[in-house]
């Protein structure tokens, strides 16, 4: 079992910043990739980011140049910096970590809205 803990989401202005986090714990061996979706009102979940044990990275084209997706794993703990933020950013963001062995898991969400 793997629980994942988010943190980080908020309401900021138009071109403002935040910083999601997500810690996993639980009994596992070691993680896999570790990434973010976000899923707005009346839209499908889709993914933001995601990182690799290795540090490989890959990032929807809307938020490249943007959003920057880090690691550390010695705390299994995945790091979302979103910059130049943008009204069609509001969405809760989910995280996830895809152990070794197991099914993904995913964190509860949290909300980031966007003021204009």
């Known amino acids: 079992q793997v629980q994942l803990v988010e943190s980080g989401g908020g309401l900021v202005q138009a071109g403002g910043s935040l910083r999601l986090s997500c810690a996993a714990s639980?009994?596992?061996?070691?993680?896999?990739?570790m990434g973010w979706y976000r899923q707005a009102p009346g839209k499908q979940r889709e993914l933001v980011a995601d990182?690799?044990?290795?540090?490989?990275?890959n990032y929807a084209d809307f938020v490249k140049g943007r959003f920057t997706i880090s690691r550390n794993n010695a705390k299994n703990t995945v790091y979302l910096q979103m910059n130049s933020l943008e009204p069609e950013d509001t969405a809760v963001y989910y995280c996830?970590?895809?152990?070794?062995?197991?099914?993904?898991?995913w964190g509860q969400g949290t909300q980031v809205t966007v003021s204009s």
């Open positions: 996830y970590a895809d152990p070794s062995y197991s099914r993904p898991y």
């Open positions: 639980g009994r596992f061996f070691s993680i896999n990739a």
């Open positions: 990182i690799t044990s290795g540090g490989d990275t």
